[in-house]
């Protein structure tokens, strides 16, 4: 069968009443069309602007199904696609004058007045208060806008319904480490209300006013949920407690970090968000809890609506109750709030009896929320609980169309027939009980064990994109966790209400969850110790999407042709050959299509105050040079910035590691980059100048199958046709001691050298070591700098500037930090030896491209 059977195969796919498309599904392409231009960090398919064009001529296309016959209806599409840009749009058209965005001074003290809605967090030594602004600086001017303001020094919690004064606090707008492939902090706090951030130093600054009257929901709700708190600490012991807070309530807070991870790395951190699928357990656990209620009720009452099928629709609208409770319980949060509409949307369908029209449901659920916070396309939780339901959705109609075709219905019933229910025949009273149960488990067993197949397929690309982490177990564990899950999320809900009048009622079925709860903390930890529980993944190119997603849909499409019995047009196999085979190429080997020429790329990463470079050479080996990091490492910059970067650029292994000296700024990320990274050589200082710090590094480089290279002053390291010259230290300096580390003037100072292109890489070393090494001019001229210490005023001396003599000089240092690199003065003498500037802060990533004779200067300030 070819053309008009892969054509036909679509429509068989679905039941009449969800004929393709559902009548939203283009309204809904053309308005995120629109949105997606709106957001510039969309991931693009293959270049950017491309996706919104893709969407909105589908969109077109499903519409009119030939683009040479528009109509009216084109109009709509267009006037849809304009407003998907203009929504997002308006919260800045219609900022007041007097917003906080409008007045802040980044990076400068001043104080701030204000009211707090929401009880503080405390994450370890963290405190975090969400203050929503009053008025601001010494004169009190009025401003609109809200600040989330950090303490990290012990002090009496402010509580929610206070009024206080910071009077010494550092505001900043939110800002994004400007690499590609970064985790978009602005668009996270703006979805989440934040206008500006700020943090104290010295708690005795702050004051409290007085009280103010929160509203009456808000007091209701705060309190409702602290006397299930209290509940719950009350039925279960402290562990177990916390694992069902974060399951049950969504509060992470008080869960160990060790717990997080095990549940990251088996694919089993959906369960700690409060997403689609806790909602749907407790929608679905009331649904057969009140139906056989509900039943007898009205057939006591009115056998006539039981006869109509009313018993279904009633359910439904009970089932609305304990929905909206729970979406009170765990708070007004997006997350919550969005998965709430949409499951609304699905018992509002059976409420009307449109089953058939559930994807119609799900569509205009979707529609709803974009309208409402059109930032949510950009987020990671509504992408996941969008695209699963919607594989769900689309996986169950198909199934359920074969399961009522009357030639699929000849001889032994297959697997999915037996799973879907809607042509079952009606029960025997005569059949056995236990076998009766049995078929009642393989139903359970086959449906969940669909649905995680299922939803790991429809998620996969989200979690690499996203994520760059694949659990190896998830598909497996994910098929006895979810059932359970079904059950202890909404009984334990019900627990811990009861609970609030009294523990005594629920002591009894506490015992069973509490054995389940402990089953939830004992497995993922058992897994997620096995080899390849999970693997750290390179980003695949942007058009890996098309190919994954045409071999998941043409597979799809496969299996219900089989299924029914028909043959496959051979037009479709050769799709879904071509787009696997090129979907498996692609994942596995992202740089595939990498040029091996003789191209040589350097980045300064955007590492905030600190320091990392990457390599990458000709012959397509990587090194990377320092890892960043921060004080007290409060943020791990290698896994959450330097590791995102490389896998951004489809790196899996480092093939060089290099650390110039042992200041936290510059090597706490390489320990986390040893993690996520095979590393092949690490290239080390001469022993007389390693101290402890890097002695634990390299130490745990070597216990993970790295080895040592030793670099010696004055002798070239060739890797790709590029020398690495050692300049510094040398035999002739000082050695480390007991008391001294590995410090700044004993940087490593390197001298790269490709064909006619130089470039002198100084980590951090000061004025007394650029004076030795300007005695030595013609080793350190260069045509770029990487500039010494940040910018430091009490390094770029003139002496060395003019014996560099760059073309450009490149500054590795933090927005606005305190240090105040690079500084004025280190600047003003750039600028007059004629010397242009790049600098991380302002304009992000800085990226060099040589052939080795000329060179050109990137830079990602727009992200």
């Not at 069973?512 to 997620?528: D, G, N, S, Y």
Request: hydrophobic letters at 45%.
């Amino acid at each position: 069968m070819t053309g008009d059977g892969d054509r036909s195969s679509i429509a068989v796919a679905l039941p009449p009443a969800a004929r393709w498309p559902p009548p939203i599904l283009p309204l809904l392409l053309a308005y995120m069309s629109g949105t997606c231009s709106f957001f510039p960090a969309t991931r693009h398919f293959i270049a950017p602007g491309l996706l919104p064009l893709a969407l909105f001529f589908f969109a077109l296309l499903l519409t009119h199904r030939e683009l040479r016959k528009l109509s009216r209806k084109s109009i709509v599409i267009f006037l849809l696609a304009g407003l998907g840009y203009m929504v997002p749009a308006l919260p800045e058209l219609t900022r007041p004058a007097n917003h906080i965005l409008n007045h802040v001074q980044e990076g400068q003290t001043t104080a701030v007045q204000g009211r707090i809605f929401s009880p503080p967090r405390v994450l370890g030594d963290r405190t975090y208060y969400l203050l929503e602004l009053e008025s601001l600086g010494a004169a009190s001017t009025p401003v609109t806008g809200t600040a989330q303001v950090s303490l990290y020094k012990p002090h009496p919690l402010f509580a929610a319904g206070d009024r206080v004064r910071f009077n010494k606090v550092r505001l900043k707008i939110p800002r994004n480490f400007k690499n590609p492939g970064r985790f978009d902090y602005h668009l996270f706090l703006k979805s989440k209300g934040i206008d500006v951030t700020g943090n104290i130093s010295h708690p005795e600054t702050m004051e409290r006013l007085g009280r103010f009257d929160l509203p009456f929901w808000r007091t209701g709700v705060q309190q409702l949920r602290s006397r299930l708190v209290e509940s719950m600490e009350k039925l279960f012991p402290r562990e177990e407690a916390a694992l069902l807070k974060a399951m049950v309530l969504g509060m992470k807070d008080s869960l160990p970090m060790k717990v997080r991870e095990n549940y990251t790395a088996t694919g089993l951190a959906h369960l700690m968000a409060v997403s689609g699928l806790h909602i749907g357990f407790v929608a679905a656990a009331f649904y057969f809890l009140l139906r056989p209620i509900v039943f007898f009720v009205l057939f006591r009452l009115s056998p006539d609506n039981v006869r109509a099928g009313h018993t279904r629709k009633v359910t439904a609208v009970l089932c609305l109750i304990p929905v909206l409770f729970y979406m009170v319980v765990v708070g007004p949060k997006v997350s919550s709030l969005r998965a709430g509409v949409m499951v609304i949307a699905l018992l509002l369908a059976v409420l009307v009896d449109r089953r058939g029209s559930l994807f119609n449901a799900f569509l205009t659920a979707g529609f709803i929320i974009l309208l409402w916070k059109p930032a949510s396309i950009m987020s990671v939780g509504f992408q996941l609980s969008f695209i699963a339901v919607g594989g769900i959705l689309l996986v169950f109609t198909m199934l359920s169309q074969i399961s009522s075709d009357p030639v699929a219905k000849m001889g032994e019933p297959t697997w999915s027939q037996k799973l879907m229910p809607y042509n079952a025949a009606p029960p025997d009273p005569e059949e056995p009980f236990l076998r009766a149960i049995k078929s009642r488990g393989e139903k359970v067993l086959l449906g969940a064990a669909l649905t995680s197949v299922t939803v790991t397929a429809v998620t996969f690309p989200v979690l690499v994109y996203q994520f760059n982490r694949v659990s190896m177990v998830g598909v497996f564990l994910n098929v006895l966790m979810v059932p359970l899950a079904s059950i202890l999320i909404p009984t334990v809900l019900m627990m811990t209400l009861v609970g609030t009048v009294s523990t005594a009622l629920v002591a009894l079925p506490a015992w069973p969850m509490l054995k389940i709860t402990q089953l939830f903390l004992w497995l993922p930890e058992v897994v997620a110790k096995l080899p390849f529980a999970s693997l750290f993944v390179p980003t695949p190119p942007s058009s890996w999407l098309i190919f994954y997603f045409a071999a998941l849909f043409t597979g799809l499409l496969i299996f219900s042709t089989r299924a029914q019995y028909e043959k496959v047009g051979g037009r479709l196999q050769k799709v879904f050959v071509v787009a696997g085979l090129s979907a498996l190429l692609l994942f596995f080997w992202p740089r595939a299509f990498h040029s091996l020429g003789d191209e040589l790329t350097i980045t300064a990463i955007d590492v905030g105050q600190g320091e990392s470079l990457l390599i990458d050479f000709p012959n397509g080996e990587i090194m990377v040079m320092d890892g960043g990091g921060f004080y007290k490492n409060r943020f791990d910059v290698g896994r959450r910035i330097v590791a995102p970067f490389l896998w951004n650029r489809g790196i899996r292994k480092i093939d060089y590691m290099v650390a110039t000296h042992s200041d936290n700024d510059h090597i706490r990320g390489l320990s986390s980059l040893l993690e996520l990274f095979p590393v092949k050589h690490f290239l080390t200082l001469d022993k007389n100048f390693v101290d402890r710090r890097l002695r634990r590094l390299q130490k745990k480089a070597r216990e993970r199958g790295t080895k040592s290279m030793p670099l010696q002053a004055n002798e070239a390291v060739v890797i790709g046709g590029v020398r690495l010259i050692p300049l510094h230290p040398t035999r002739a300096d000082q050695p480390v001691t007991p008391n001294r580390r590995t410090d700044n003037d004993l940087s490593l100072v390197l001298r790269l050298e490709y064909k006619n292109f130089r470039m002198l890489f100084t980590g951090d070393i000061s004025k007394k070591i650029e004076k030795k090494l300007a005695a030595t001019a013609h080793k350190i001229e260069v045509d770029i700098l990487k500039g010494p210490h940040h910018g430091s005023r009490f390094s770029n001396s003139r002496i060395f500037i003019n014996a560099v003599r760059p073309d450009a000089v490149i500054f590795s240092s933090g927005y606005l930090n305190h240090m105040r690199h690079p500084h004025p003065d280190t600047m003003r003498r750039y600028s007059e030896a004629g010397v242009n500037v790049w600098r991380t802060d302002l304009h992000g990533a800085v990226k060099i491209i040589t052939d080795g004779d000329g060179y050109e200067i990137y830079a990602h300030e727009t992200l």
